[in-house]
């Protein structure tokens, strides 16, 4: 089977019913995409497939149609995608572990809305649990990169 | 991380050793009582030499033994040392350190002291001195109890200045140039004349040299780093997905293993039979360990799936199997012969109960709840014949190879543990349980390393979760004041329960069933907190704030309850009743940042409440804001003021008091563990939810800096949130909750 991560093509031999999350954490090596629960409620999955957020535990990798970005294919460090930018600037994570997933989701939500209100915010990243808390620096930090984006 | 593990300990036993070209310096000699008063809490007159700073060719390493679950404490630790060292935080290379004794907690030793007697009498001295010791025999390099800055200010600092003056003595040495014409910055000492060499240069030279012990530690005025904004060390990293925590880690040649134990916890299983999982692709073998079977793959989702598919015969769980049962047996235990402290008892209660015309009672509960750090708990262990190695995040390193050296019948010193990143703890990786169950693995599959992963399921469900606990009050009023308050609290022991699974007993009384509550800076005329240690029930374990995370609600609802019956303002009789100055200043910021002017309760739907918990030393007042609306409680705003003695980093500062007001406010409003025979109802995020960003209001924070200690804040933020979210609902809407969660009673927006 062959999937498109982040620019590259790759081939993998997996049974079709195996997670994207799976595929890319454990066959890919790829583990900047996180495993929080299995059952899309925390979105510490989040990857975009042809742009648009996706909960990759929930995706069947026979299911996959388009090419795949990860947290990696986003930004790099030397590379900084403007949301990572500001996440840095606003020094957002505590633990961390949410924080791909919460960057993919508001990547997601800017690229569609660059301009978002405090309730489009809670509608595209609710779906995205932080349990250390960091909600109240994700908001500042999406209003900033919003800001950047606006502007670049 | 984890180079040091070629260092063995012994060379960090003398002052200043040569390593493989570089030099590693000890903070200070640990000795008498009398001969370093930083050390006072240590003084039993052994010597030993704490080492937190590495030099050699290739950089510079400070050691931060307290583990980082994310709360940024590599960070604080690095720019503590790196504050009196003059290098650069960017400059530095961090390391976790081997376990060690050297790394021992005396602040989490004092902490335990605290439990057991009133402050600062001499009992209390003592009682530091005894646990300090017994700490530091049994080498307890434990991170908790908001310890890891009260431990560190001094300790940390001291290692950076000895470093630094024995790198200006070497220097010295080599030039001729005379000691106080040398200066350092950014971790080069510079001559008169401009030119500067290296610390890597001197390392050599330093290693030859006795570090001086009394160096005198920069003044406030002096420093650079703390109290000033600083970047995280590992910010880039988790911002761009290349920070690996311990689930990410791999070593070669390693398998996957999930695990599948009797969902009724700690019960036995009977018989299982495996073989529609063994025909699965990529399933390896099943195998029987305690309680369970765990499944090797060559994949972690195969391995869940293959668990899945074993069939069970299970035995029932060793505690009662109904929730009914366990509230029974709280309810059971107020009585003299389940009691186990009485450390505040002013006035007399009783004469002044039997005078009221009347009494004000209630009964609090508070449940079970799960830590359910985002990341599920994993280890990697490969036992070989005569070593082992592990690699995973966890806050008892020492505890990890004591555990891992007896299930491979080696010595613990043969163990090597890698100290891994934390996606989360809250108290989680306090307990060793999945290296333990990774070992019983590997110990099966020698020389293969074994990665276990805990499926979401597994980990909320044989989580030790949270003590249950329930408190009763009585008081009276008298004219418009708080006149009598008493508080008895009853849950089993987390303490025992804990460290029972070490196999250690802790003597006395458990102080954590009355924390955040009999030492609370108020004056009340008649005032008794008394603890009651009811059995044992289900496996328990410290959850963020541990006692505090239910008697700050118990104590500060019972108190509304009796100011709002004497008719008073909830912040103005707290202040009035209040005997502590840096507890007062506390309340007073929070009224003056919320602009309080009373609870509202104005019939369009808005309250405030408010509280105030001391828990860890820390004296955390918050004011919480809420509406009531069709849809729901909707909490709009929070202000929150804490007394810390010193802010060491105003961002990691903010961050984490959001964080801790966050956390309690969402497992207040909609968590809890239960059991139904025996089985945990909660296993996923589905039904154990805590806040989104939906609900998530704005929060305003600040740190007051009038104490003379320096404090943590990783918990006491999470105390006085869910008694400051209840007095607000009672204002908004009339309703007085006394049970957590309170999603039970009423609706969140
Ligand atoms: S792991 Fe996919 S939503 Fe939680
Ligand atoms: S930063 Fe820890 S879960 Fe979000």
Redesign the pocket.
Known sequence: MRLTVNGTSREVDVEPDMPLLWVLRDELGITGVKYGCGIAQCGACTVHVDGIPVRSCQLAVGDLEGAVTTIEGLGTPGSLHAVQAAWIEHQV???????SG?IMSAAALLAENSNPSDADIDDAMSGN????G?YPRIREAIKAAALTLRSA | MGRLKTITRRSFLIGSVAIAGGVAFGAYVVATPHANPLLEAAGDGEAAITPYVLINASGITLITPRADK?QGAYSVQAALIAEELDVELDQINIDPGPPSPAYWNTALADEAAAFIVPSGGVAERTAHGVLSAVMKTIGMQITGGSTTVPDGFIKLRQAGAAARETLKMAAARETGIAMAELRTEAGRVILPDGSSLSYMELAPAAARITPPQDIALRGPSEWRLIGKPMRRIDIVAKSTGTQSYGIDHAVDGMVHAAIVLNPAQGGPMNGFDASEALAMRGVKDVLQITGGVAVIADNTWRAFQAGQAVRFDWGPAPFPATMDQHWDTLSGSFTGEFEDSRQRDDGDVDISFAEAPGLVSAEYRAPYLAHA??EPLSAIVRIDTDAAEVWTGTQVPRFVQTNVGKIAGIDPDQVTVHALYM??SFGHRLEDEVVKQAAEIAVKLKGTPVKLTYSREQDMTHDFPRQIAMARMRGVVRNGQVESYELGIAMPSVVMSQMGRQGMSVPGADSQIVAGAWDQPFAIPHHRVTGYRALQLAPISSWRSVGASTNGFFYNAGLDELIYEAGADPLAERIRLCNDDNARKVLEAVGEMSGWDGALGDGRGRGRGVALTQSFGVHCAEVVEVTSTEAGIRIDKVWVAAEVGTVIDPVNFDNLVKGGVIFGLGHAMNCEITYTDGIADQSNFDAFEGMRMHQCPAIEVRGLENGARVLGIGEPPVPPAAPALAGAIFAATGIRLREMPFSKFVDFA
């Open positions: 994570a505590q633990c961390g572990y949410c924080q919460q649990l932080c349990r250390c960091t | 994310g750090p985002l996606g989360g």
